[in-house]
């Protein structure tokens, strides 16, 4: 398991050691993103993030927006919140012990269906992009933001559990959130057995419970690092 980039959202390991700050794209800088043909992908730049404090209150702060984003669902295909929380993980530990023979684009195919499967993906790149950049863009612009936010989303995965050396999940418990979410409190234990604290904010969309946000000992959105 690779700690150098962190957890699968650009954790890296530490609460003072973060790759970028809040993403508010205007309409210029998701073109620099998308490329103004919308053919041309490239992760997107961030300032320092010493110049922005994280501060618990803006992950919570994000799910006002997925209440609006998400309307309540008619019925669930995901029985329950911990059950696509345990799949994943399962996936992911499949996935590491096979990891080496696998290779990365082996863990990157095998990990695209359950990344897809589990977190709202375009609800969590409106979120991240900005409501008003969002809007701006046009809808080829919006899909090729999303492709990206797919391929970017996997492929950190797929690079950070390229091996098992003992690691495990530990799912502690399923609780109520704010805004209709609930929240689903996990740990992974490393082989040295130390703990890093996960916490998977979900919502029930139409297609059943989907991860909207990921919070890293307790404070750190994944909102708020990309």
């Known amino acids: 398991l690779d700690w150098s980039l962190g957890l699968g959202w650009g954790y890296a390991g530490g609460r003072g050691n973060l790759p970028g700050g809040r993403r508010d794209f205007d309409r210029g800088r998701i073109q620099g993103i998308v490329g103004s043909d919308s053919s041309t992908i490239r992760r997107p730049r961030f300032p320092s993030p010493m110049k922005y404090p994280f501060r618990i209150g803006l992950a919570f702060a994000v799910l006002f927006a997925l209440s609006i984003l998400l309307p309540p669902a008619a019925r669930s295909e995901n029985a329950t919140p ?134 890293v000992d307790k404070g750190i959105s994944e909102h708020a690092v990309r």
């Not at 897809?116 to 809808?139: D, E």
């Not at 399923?174 to 130390?194: A, M």
């Open 82 to 215: 911990r059950a696509l929380i345990d799949g994943f993980h399962e996936t992911l530990l499949a996935v590491m012990k096979e990891g080496p023979s696998l290779g990365f684009k082996g863990r990157y195919d095998r990990l695209l269906p359950a990344v897809k499967r589990t977190f709202h993906l375009p609800v969590m790149i409106q979120i991240a992009s900005g409501s008003l950049a969002w809007k701006q863009a046009t809808p080829a612009q919006q899909q090729a933001l999303l492709a990206a936010w797919t391929r970017f989303s996997t492929g950190t995965y797929a690079k950070n559990f390229k091996s098992h050396g003992g690691e495990r999940f530990e799912t502690v418990a399923e609780r109520p959130g704010p805004q209709n979410t609930t929240l689903v409190d996990t740990k992974l234990i490393k082989s040295d057995g130390s703990a890093v604290e996960i916490t998977y904010v979900l919502k029930e969309s139409p297609e059943g419970w989907r991860v909207v946000d990921v919070i």
